[in-house]
């Protein structure tokens, strides 16, 4: 499955705005203000949060969004990682495969390891790992991250209940800039 990757921009955000207020989606967004005002707010371009949020195609079809950033940068979020031992320099990640009947067929687990791969690590050269938190009862996802490659770490609480850390590491010797990533003109 070659899955390729572009920034996100405000011209996606209407389908964007549909995969969020998916009921498969919503239920892992609680909390979150899916609105089209809130998703103009927290995904537009007016957003100076330095979270990159990218989409993922699969033969010209977008199939899902993703996201990363410095883990550092989100403290509330990253607070219990560190206790954990997840490094200084790790990166964190967030995703949706966007169409229901896409899911289940081996689409999130590939996009997320092409990912890590071409953007985590291909793209951000001081980056060492890629974590993510999904819900313990989401386990589509956290199955998803152990097939992309990611290891179980621990447990993180959340108000909304238990997560499992999960972790990937830089490969030792990886290449930088991948080929599946049209990364625009905004990276210098
Ligand atoms: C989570 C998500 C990205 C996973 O992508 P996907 O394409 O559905 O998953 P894959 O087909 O790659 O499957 C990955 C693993 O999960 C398992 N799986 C898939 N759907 C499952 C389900 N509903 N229940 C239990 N396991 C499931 C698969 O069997 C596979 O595991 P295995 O190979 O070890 O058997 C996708 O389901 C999704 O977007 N869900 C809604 C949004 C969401 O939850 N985002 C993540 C928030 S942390």
New binding site residues.
Partial sequence: MDVTFRRLTDDDLSMLHRWLNEP??MR?WEGDDVSWEGVVRDYGSGNGDPTEHWLASIDGDDVGWIQCYLAADSPEESAQWWALGVQATAAGI????GEPAR???????AMIRAFVEDVVFGLHPGWSQAC?A?YAA????W??L??AGFRFVGIVEDEDGPCRLMVADRPAGGRNLAAGVDSGDRRS
């Fill in positions: 498969g989606v892992w967030d995703y949706l495969v899911r289940g067929r081996g689409v999130g687990s993510a999904p989401n386990v589509a996802s199955r998803a152990e097939r």
